[in-house]
């Protein structure tokens, strides 16, 4: 109900110009397309349209009209921003969630810029980038995981082996319930003829005997076929659930891979909606957009004055829990990313990892986990992120 509910929606802003166009590309032969979604690679540029991406050659497009174009990015405290309407009707969510959360620390200020990010398999972690509602998240976020979707998969696969063998096991055993039945109905009967035969010399002894040990047959029958019945049922619905989790799955990574609103929960638990706008192919990472607002937004810090031992901490949204921070140290410089022991659980993909005075160093983006030490997270490089998505901030 809730897919057919948004696949309705979806397409009904398709069908509202108003409602969901963010972008205008104006073509060379005088189109002009609207989308959502824009991204441009070396000479092509490819863009959202209609559920499918579309690509083009730059040298079609006369120019692009983005919605709400960044401003600059210097840090420009939120009193001296100015937008039409301000703070009095809500678009100036920095002084809102200030006003109303009365942060007291650099890290309760960067909380500030954490979203969590809700989507159609699950939840995961975002912040703003920039005053103007950029947020930076994990591709996996909002696309899927391939790590996850190749184990999942797999695990699909092999409890479908399982049940196949159990519907054999069961099959083969209902041919030998049959064939007892048979036997057992022909003992019946000859056990039936030979009490009422008076050539028979059978003892009341023996015929007592005789009575007994039928009855004990049917006993054992009655058992077996009251437990393959119970072992049956008990496999049906093993099967009902299996075949449900995996159209249940498969409809899930569908509607995440056409996905391109997403529900965003700020650090008070009000919730609005962000354009998706592009993923990395050489990161983890995403790129949303949340129109209309100013927004709080988290500096950088320069890498270069980063240090072994320095204290960081994680913030995101483990386990649906909003905005939680967990602290720890930088431990390692491992090229694009920081190798930090700082505790990042699922739902913490996607958010950031900041120092102490709350500047931001790198998106927490994956956990390695061996069996005999603790987890190890893991965060891509801010600079990466920002290298990657240069066309929307600069």
């Known amino acids: 109900m809730r897919l057919i509910l948004v696949l309705s929606l979806y397409f009904f802003l398709l069908a509202s110009p108003s409602a969901a166009v963010s972008h205008e590309l104006h073509l060379k032969d005088g189109r002009i397309i609207h989308t959502d979604s824009i991204i441009r690679k070396d000479s092509r540029l490819s ?40 703070a009095a009707d809500g678009t100036d969510l920095e002084q809102a969630l200030s006003e109303k959360l009365a942060p007291s620390t650099p890290i309760e200020m960067a909380n500030l810029a954490v979203v969590t990010i809700v989507t159609e398999a699950g939840y995961g972690s975002g912040f703003f980038i920039s005053n103007d509602g950029l947020i930076v998240t994990n591709r996996h976020v909002v696309r899927g995981s391939q790590e996850v979707d ?12 399982r049940l196949n063998k159990l519907q054999t096991s069961l099959d083969q055993e209902r041919i030998r319930i049959e064939n007892y039945r048979k036997r057992l109905e022909d003992y019946r009967i000859r056990l039936g003829q030979a009490m009422t035969d008076n050539r028979e010399e059978i003892s009341p002894q023996q015929k007592a005997e005789l009575k007994t040990d039928l009855n ?41 891979a056409n996905q391109n609103r997403f529900e965003v929960v700020f650090a008070d638990g009000r ?21 209309g607002f100013i927004t709080p937004y988290l500096r950088p810090q320069n890498e270069n004055e980063l240090t072994l031992g320095q204290d960081v901490y994680a913030i995101g949204s483990p386990l649906k829990l909003n905005n939680t921070v967990t602290s720890g ?32 160093v790198g998106v927490n983006t994956k956990k390695k986990i061996t069996e005999k030490f603790e987890g190890l997270g893991f965060a891509i490089k801010f600079s990466r992120a920002q290298t990657e998505f240069s066309n929307y901030l600069n």
């Open 150 to 161: 190749r184990k999942v998969r797999e695990n699909m696969s092999e409890a479908a082996q």
């Open 47 to 86: 863009y959202q349209q209609f559920g499918g991406t579309i690509t083009i050659d730059l040298s079609d497009v006369e120019k692009i009209i983005y919605d709400r174009l960044p401003a600059a990015r210097s840090p420009v405290p939120s009193s001296q921003l100015q937008t039409p309407g301000g």
């Open 271 to 291: 919730r609005e909606s962000a354009v998706f706008y592009g993923v990395s192919e050489n990161y983890d990472l995403a790129l949303l957009k949340l129109n």
């Open 329 to 360: 140290v930088i431990s390692s410089n491992r090229g694009d990313y920081i190798q930090t022991n700082a505790e990042i659980y699922p739902g913490n993909s996607g958010g950031p990892l900041v120092t102490e005075d709350g500047r931001v």
């Open 216 to 256: 004990k047959r049917e006993r054992t029958f009655n058992e077996w076929q009251s437990d393959y019945s119970t072992r049956r049922q008990s496999y049906r619905a093993a099967l009902t659930e299996f075949k449900r989790n995996q159209r249940e799955y498969n409809q899930a990574n569908k509607s995440l």
